[in-house]
């Protein structure tokens, strides 16, 4: 009898082993012995239309581009193969973008944008979820963007990706990347709401700047950016750049000037 008991915990997590396995893929792991398939089908549907359904909500514009046997054969091959690392739920789109940037090979009906979409959707709950509270960061709301020193929002995310994934749709595909990169910038306002800009290239570089460097004024921002790009009117880019900061202050991306 004491041996048996001693046993007790070693089969225990064998059947929690094979349990699981059998769950993730059941194609190849057989259900463990004893257990009726009525029962274990119960816990297969459960378990893979929660993960399922919870992908397509988090990833919407990409399960739109597939339809429903490739979409479950997609996740299917994430469930099964990929080890998360979280037990949140709110985690498991982060798990999924792993395995498609490092893990997932290419299949013939995988767009080549599949990657850069996947990332552009992850942003999206990845800054409504940050805990970050851009109200405690001290700044002047109403300081001159000029003559103080721009504070920029640690939830404004510049991004750069090879593909137009602010507009791709079932309808709209891109199968080669365009000549020139996108840039956009994804940030959340003081009301929590995720917001999206396309950048053009002035902007983009006066973010890179502000990213950079913490210790200069606006107008010292605007100087250098009109000579590192060599504008021929660096007052006409001034004049521009005071305006910018100002929507930008408006729309919580530049929280002020720094007190």
């Not at 398939?37 to 397509?56: A, G, V």
């Not at 913490?214 to 060599?230: V, W, Y």
Request: net charge negative; charged share 25%; proline share 8%.
């Amino acid at each position: 009898m004491t041996g048996t008991t001693e046993n007790r915990p070693e089969q225990l997590k064998e059947l929690q082993t094979a349990f699981a396995a059998h769950i993730r893929d059941p194609e190849h792991h057989p259900a463990p012995d004893g257990i009726e398939d009525r029962r274990m089908n119960i816990y297969r549907e459960l378990f893979f239309n929660n993960i399922c359904s919870l992908l397509s909500s988090n990833f919407p514009v990409l399960h739109s581009l597939y339809d429903d046997s490739a979409w479950r054969r997609l996740v299917r091959d994430f469930y099964s193969k990929h080890r998360s690392h979280t037990p949140l739920f709110t985690e498991v789109a982060k798990e999924f973008l792993q395995y498609l940037q490092e893990e997932r090979k290419m299949q013939p009906d995988d767009p080549a944008f599949l990657q850069e979409l996947a990332h552009y959707e992850w942003v999206e709950l990845a800054l409504s979820l940050d805990e970050r509270d851009t109200d405690s960061i001290p700044t002047d709301r109403a300081g001159d963007l000029l003559s103080g020193i721009p504070v920029l929002s640690p939830l404004a995310w510049p991004l750069s990706y090879r593909f137009p994934v602010h507009r791709i749709r079932p309808d709209e595909q891109p199968a080669a990347p365009p000549a020139d990169p996108t840039h956009i910038l994804v940030y959340r306002n003081r009301e929590h709401s995720v917001k999206f800009m396309q950048l053009n290239d002035v902007s983009r570089h006066l973010l890179e700047l502000m990213q950079a460097t913490n210790d200069l004024t606006g107008l010292e921002l605007l100087q250098s950016l009109a000579d590192s790009i060599g504008h021929p009117n660096p007052e006409k880019l001034i004049t521009a750049g005071r305006e910018l900061l100002g929507e930008w202050n408006r729309k919580d991306i530049v929280l002020g000037t720094r007190r």
